[in-house]
C-alpha cells in the first residue's frame, strides 16, 4: 500500500509527476545542455505558465533558485541597504529575520504569540524601514495573512518595498502583484513537487533597488544577484547550470494546473479546508489552533491534539496516512495537515473519517 | 533512436539512474521530509560513500549546495577577508576570480592563454593571499592541472588555504586532501546526474577561518556560511528544504562506483582518454588543442576543427551523437568530447569510427 503524505512539505507528490519523470526520461532531459534552444523552451513555458496561471504582471520577472531560504537570502542582499521590517508570527518569519541580520543589516520586527494573527491598524512603519517582510502563509502555524491586508501597505507605504513569502500557499493567495515587490514560494508545497526550486517573482523597482546598492558598491551578492538574475532570465538561461529535469517538471505541472484554472483550484482547496476545520471545531478535545477565523490558512491546517498526539500519529501511520508534527515547541503536541492539490477530497475526507474513528 | 550525449554536462546520464529514479517514486522519496530519519540515512549514506569512494579524510566536512557556481561564492564569503589568488586559464577560473570581485575582495591573478598550463615553479604568491584557487580541470578548455603540482602549494604556504574546482574531473583525480583545504565539483559531470547539486569538500581549517571572519563582524553569508552548513550536516541534515530525491539518486550512483573502485574507474577513463587523444593527434587536418600532454585533461577532451565544425557537428548528430561546441571566443571551431563514466569504451569507438568515417 502507498503511502498518502499529509505532511506539509516535501508532500504528496502530484499525481501527474510520475508520468512527467518517465516522459522526461525517455526524451532524456536530464542531458539537455543549459545553453541550448530545448532549455531556453522550458524556461520560458516555465515563467509563462505561472505567470498566467497566478496573473504575474509581464513586466515582472521571474526567478528561478534553489530554496525558499536561498530567496530570502537573496532579498535582503539586494533589496536592504541597513534596514527591513518583518512581521513575525511563526518559524518562517523569524527565519528571514535572522537572515538579515546575520547579513548584517539592522532589521527590525513586530512579533505576536505562535497562532495569532496581526493587529495591522495599530503597526507603526518606522520612516528607515526599506523593505516590509510579510510571512502570508506561516507553515510552522497554520497562520494566513490576508493578502488585502498584506496590500494596503503598499497604499500607505508607497515608497517602501513589500516581500511577501507565500512558500506553501502559492499560487493559492489572489495577489494583486501590481502592490507587491517581491512575492516567493517553493514547489515542494502546493505544487507538490520533488524539492530543489525556489522561485521569486520579483517587481521592476526591486531590480532598480539593487543596480542602486550595486553602484553605491554594496555587496549585492554574485551570481545569483538580482541584475545577473535577470540578464540570464531574461535570455531564458541561468547563469550557473540549473536543475533541467526538475525545470522541465514544474513546466509540465504548471500546465496541468493552467487546466484546471486558478479559480477551480482554489475552490477545491476551500471546500477541503472547510472540512478539516470543522472538524476540528467541533471535536470535544482536540481543537483547531488558530482561532480567529481571518487568520486560519486553507492550506496548512494545524490542529491542537495534546497527550495523544504521537499515539493518534502512529494510528494514521498504520492506516497509511502520514501527518506533520506540530513545529518548534508544539512539536509534540500538535499536527499539521497539508491541504494541497494532491490530496484530492477523497484522501481528505479517508483522513477525516479515519481520525473520526479514532479511539 | 537514443541520443548519446557526449557534451560536458549536462552530459550522457549514468546507465543506472532510470532504474534508481523508478525505484525512487516507488518509495516515494519525494515525499520524504527532510527532517526524518529516512532522510538522515540518504545524506549520511552520501557522504559516506563519497568519503570512502574518494578517499576523505573523516575530519573534513561534506557540504551539498546546488551548483559549482554557488561554492565558489560560498568559498569567496567564508575564507577570504580580502585576498584571493586565481590561477586563470579558462572560464571558469575566470568566473571564480570575478565572484571575488563582485563579493567586494581584491582578488589577484597569474593568467594563462587557453589551452595551456602554468610554469608553475615561476609564479610567486603575494604574501597578502590568503586562499589560492585552482581549476584542476577547465572545462571550457581541456587543460588538466596535476593533483601534485597544486599540492606542492600547500607544502611551499602551509598557512594559506587552498581551494580546488574539479567540477569537470571528480573523482578521477587521486587528491592528497590532507594537502587542501576545499576541493568542490557538481554531479552533472563524471557522475552522469541530472543537474542540481553541488558538493565541496571542506577543511577543519576552513571552517575556521570563516567562524574567525563571522567574529570579526564581517558577512559569511546567511543559511549557507560554513559553520551554518556544518552544524546541519554533522546531524545529516540541512537548513533548507534540500532536493531530497536528486540526493537519494547520488548516493545509489556514488555505490554503483563504489563496487567499480576508484583505481577502475580511473583506468577506463585514461584507456578512453588515449585513444580520443591519439585520434586527434594523428588525424591530418583536426588536432587536439592542448598540446603540451602534461595538461591533457582525461575526461574533457578540446579538439580544434576549423570551419568543418558545424558540419561535422550535424553528421554526428544525424548519427545520434551529439558533442558539445566549444566555449566562447572557439564556440564555432571546436569540439568538446566528455569521457565519463557514462560513454562506455564501446560508445567511444563507435563516436571514433564516426569521426574516422567523416568526409
Not at 507565500?166 to 516567493?184: E, G, M, N
Amino acid at each position: 500500500m502507498k503511502t498518502v503524505y499529509f505532511t506539509v512539505g516535501p508532500s504528496q507528490i502530484y499525481p501527474t509527476i510520475n508520468s512527467h519523470i518517465k516522459n522526461a526520461m525517455k526524451k532524456q532531459i536530464g542531458s539537455l545542455s543549459h545553453r541550448g534552444k530545448d532549455f531556453e523552451e522550458i524556461f520560458s513555458g516555465m515563467t509563462n505558465s505561472l505567470k498566467t496561471l497566478w496573473n504575474i504582471p509581464p513586466e515582472y520577472s521571474v526567478f528561478f533558485v534553489t530554496s525558499a531560504t536561498e530567496v530570502m537570502e537573496r532579498i535582503i542582499e539586494n533589496t536592504v541597504k541597513k534596514e527591513s521590517f518583518h512581521f513575525v508570527n511563526g518559524s518562517f518569519a523569524k527565519r528571514f529575520f535572522d537572515i538579515a541580520e546575520e547579513l548584517g543589516k539592522q532589521p527590525k520586527k513586530v512579533e505576536v504569540e505562535l497562532g495569532k494573527g496581526f493587529d495591522f491598524a495599530k503597526i507603526k512603519i518606522p520612516k528607515s524601514t526599506e523593505l516590509l517582510c510579510f510571512t502570508q502563509n506561516e507553515t510552522s502555524t497554520g497562520v494566513m495573512l490576508p493578502a488585502e491586508e498584506i496590500e494596503s501597505f503598499k497604499k500607505l507605504y508607497p515608497e517602501k518595498l513589500i516581500a511577501i513569502d507565500t512558500v506553501s500557499s502559492a499560487p493559492y493567495p489572489d495577489i494583486d502583484f501590481t502592490l507587491t515587490d517581491i512575492v516567493f514560494f517553493s514547489v515542494q508545497k502546493v505544487f507538490g513537487m520533488p524539492a530543489g526550486l525556489g522561485v521569486m517573482i520579483v517587481s521592476p523597482k526591486s531590480i532598480e533597488k539593487s543596480m542602486f546598492l550595486q553602484k553605491k558598491g554594496m555587496n549585492i551578492g554574485s551570481f545569483h544577484n538580482f541584475p545577473t538574475l535577470k540578464k540570464w532570465a531574461d535570455k531564458n538561461q541561468t547563469i550557473e547550470t540549473p536543475p533541467v529535469l526538475e525545470m522541465y517538471i514544474f513546466w509540465k505541472v504548471l500546465q496541468d494546473l493552467e487546466k484546471i484554472g486558478i479559480e477551480n483550484l482554489r475552490k477545491q482547496i476551500d471546500v477541503k479546508a472547510d472540512l478539516l476545520y470543522d472538524f476540528f471545531d467541533n471535536h470535544p478535545v482536540w481543537s483547531t489552533f488558530v482561532t480567529d477565523k481571518t487568520f486560519r490558512s486553507p492550506t496548512v491546517i494545524v490542529a491542537n491534539i495534546g497527550a495523544q498526539q504521537k499515539k493518534l500519529k502512529e494510528y494514521l501511520q498504520t492506516n497509511g496516512m502520514i501527518v506533520g508534527s506540530g513545529y518548534g515547541q508544539n512539536k509534540d503536541t500538535q499536527i499539521r495537515i497539508a491541504n494541497f492539490p494532491a490530496l484530492t477530497l477523497e484522501t481528505i475526507e479517508k483522513l477525516l473519517e479515519l481520525l473520526h474513528n479514532y479511539k
